[in-house]
């Protein structure tokens, strides 16, 4: 029998607002333990919420960017639960009325495109932060509240998704839409993005769901894809083999490679639900709505088409060069200045993406600027230098910032075009090769680059190759 995956996501993503949700509270990363808190978010009696504007109109662009439909009225909920890291003994977030429905994302995956639904996008504070075995004493486990309050947004999918594979294509382009919003650094590491999974299998064709489980503990999208394929093949075996899948919440366990059971999976009525009693209904008004959508910059989605309809880039360039505003921003600029956008596009592709995953760094955090891309492919096209000691010189630009052309000039990389400077060097590599001289002139001609490449080893990469070329062939002539 065959099998499909039926997967939803639920991606909480901290706001990037100065204070909390309901608080002035910083909401900085880092600090002290419980060194940012209040009464308010450290859920002493008799204390009021106030909401944050500003973490309101962040979630706002989030759905308008997403599709997603505005409720003018929605309404705060307790979400009771006990846990050492949850003050209240219950959570603030939303539930009968959200601040936003029935949106969607467009995601890609094999060069097949999809739209992928969105159930709703509502506002809630985060909890706390449990320490396990750490300090003087590791037998105990220690609860920071720095955390408690900061505001979340939760993205909730339809369950439209069907592989692992279209999972992490899911949380990759909300990840992306949620950085050109700049309302979430998007920090999984620092648990700022985060991923929970409801995955379940059924017969293929068959249209009722399965019984799902709820997976959590994914703070990467390797993490998320391995978790699924696990999962989805754990729950095949079970009912191949005669069980019945529980609903449960599992965990990932990235050392073994597994998911394990955590805890009964919770229904709505074991929260208890109920109004928050302490805050009035949000209202958002058509102006303020009309405002901030006037506000959103080019989406992602969006300014792929336009490289590939504007610049005449392959699709694959321009989803990589959109993924991070920074570097489409930093594109245009260098193809400003270098109108060949797919010379720009294989450099920056190649060379400069290679030295930032290495880094592990954004383009705006790198001394690499447009005008220093552009003068250094301007020198290649000039034959100042070759291609080959562009990339030398690249890494050298790259590394301190300097001027391309200063960096040539202190290493001596200019290229020898010179004819006779390079004719001696070429009668000299073909008097050391008679062998594969007489093959080239037998008809194997490919041998022509086994010739480019000793003069090229010869003058350390600096000679002309078309005027090496052009030498080559008259001397075999």
Known sequence: MEFEAVIGLEIHAQLRTESKLFCGCSTRFGSEPNTQVCPVCLGMPGVLPVLNRRAVEYALKMALATGCRVNTNSRFARKNYFYPDLPKGY????????????????????????????????????????????????????????????????????????????????????????????????????????????????????????????????????????????????????????????????????????????????????YRYFPEPDLLPVPVE?????????????????????????????????????????????????????????????????EVLKELNRENKDIKDSSLTPDLLASLLKLIDEGVISGKIGKTVFEEVYRTGKDPRKVVEEKGLVQIADRDALKGIVEEVLKTHPAQVEQYRKGKEGLIGFFVGQVMKKTQGRANPKVVNELLREALS
């Open 91 to 270: 959570q603030i977030s939303q539930y009968e009325l959200p601040l936003a429905e029935k949106g969607e994302v467009l995601i890609e995956v094999e060069g097949r495109r999809k739209r992928v639904g969105i159930t709703r996008i509502h506002l809630e504070e985060d909890a706390g932060k449990l320490v396990h075995g750490e300090g003087a004493d590791s037998r105990y486990s220690f609860v920071d509240l720095n955390r408690a309050g900061v505001p979340l947004i939760e993205i909730v999918t339809e369950p439209d998704i069907r592989s692992p594979d279209e999972a992490v294509a899911t949380l990759k382009a909300l990840r992306d839409i949620l950085l050109y919003l700049e309302i979430c650094d998007c920090n999984m590491e620092e648990g700022s993005l985060r991923c929970d999974a409801n995955v379940s299998v059924r017969p293929t064709g068959e249209t009722t769901f399965g019984t799902k489980t709820e997976v959590k503990n994914m703070n990467s999208f390797r993490f998320l894809r391995n978790a699924l394929e696990y999962e989805i093949k754990r729950q095949i075996e079970v009912i191949e083999e005669g069980g019945k899948v529980v609903q449960e919440t599992r965990l990932w366990d990235p050392s073994r490679g597994v998911t394990v059971s955590m805890r009964g999976k919770e229904e709505a009525h074991d």
């Open 286 to 350: 058509e102006g303020w709505l009309e405002e901030i959508k006037g506000g959103l910059p080019e989406l992602p989605a969006e300014k792929a088409e336009r490289f590939v309809r504007e610049y005449g880039l392959p699709p694959y360039d321009a989803g990589v060069l959109t993924a991070s505003k920074h570097l489409a921003l930093f594109f245009e600029e260098c193809v400003r200045l270098y109108p060949k956008p797919k010379v720009v596009s294989n450099w920056i592709m190649s």
